[in-house]
């Protein structure tokens, strides 16, 4: 074999490794930071309750939540992982599909993302578990556009239809497959 020809696989590897962490990123937390001591009178009082904050084991009120900005909901995401102390490895695009999601679930019965959500939760998974769950059809669906690989139809039927199919069990069997596979 070519220098050239293992210089492109190495490369090839090394994308499809980076592809993989990001994708992960995106629904999986992967640690947890430590918290910072808020004793400091800044009056920088996250989480107070006249302060309106964003917690996933809660479901926003719909018109609320879609009543704001898409950068104040983005912030109050990030701001919710950064305070609970959790980090990913790429905390904006982790946001980004907390977002979506959480959009899709506002909107209501007119896609399946909210009936998936509760089946999940049915299933035994907590929500902030389930809204990383339809996250991950969602990455794996934007993945597939990205790269050329939708059907000829609506590229928004084979979202829905996954969403449709996703268990407890598939999303809990794809990341003990990919926790093998990375020798977890």
Do not use: C
């Not at 020809?5 to 992967?30: G, N």
């Not at 909901?73 to 959790?86: K, M």
């Not at 980004?96 to 998936?116: C, K, M, S, T």
Request: glycine share 6%; charged share 35%; aromatic share 4%.
């Amino acid at each position: 074999m070519s220098l050239g020809i293992a210089r492109r696989r190495a490369a090839k590897a090394a994308r499809r490794k980076k592809l993989l962490a990001e994708r992960r990123a995106l629904t999986r937390p992967e640690r947890k930071l430590p918290l910072a001591d808020d004793d400091d009178d800044l009056g920088d009082d996250f989480g107070a309750e006249d302060t309106p904050g964003y917690d996933p084991a809660e479901a926003p009120d719909p018109a609320e939540w879609l009543g704001l900005d898409e950068g104040e909901r983005l912030n109050l995401v990030s701001d919710y992982h950064r305070s609970a102390g959790i980090s990913t490895p790429n905390d904006s695009l982790h946001a980004v599909f907390h977002v979506i999601v959480e959009n899709q679930v506002a909107i209501g019965d007119e896609l399946p993302v909210r009936r998936a959500v509760k089946r999940l939760m049915a299933g035994g998974l907590d929500r902030h578990e389930a809204l990383h769950a339809v996250a991950s059809v969602l990455a794996e669906h934007t993945h597939d556009l990205a790269r050329g690989n939708a059907t000829r139809h609506d590229p928004n039927y084979a979202y829905n239809m996954a969403v449709e199919r996703l268990t407890v069990e598939s999303w809990r069997r794809k990341w003990e497959a990919e926790d093998e596979a990375d020798g977890l």
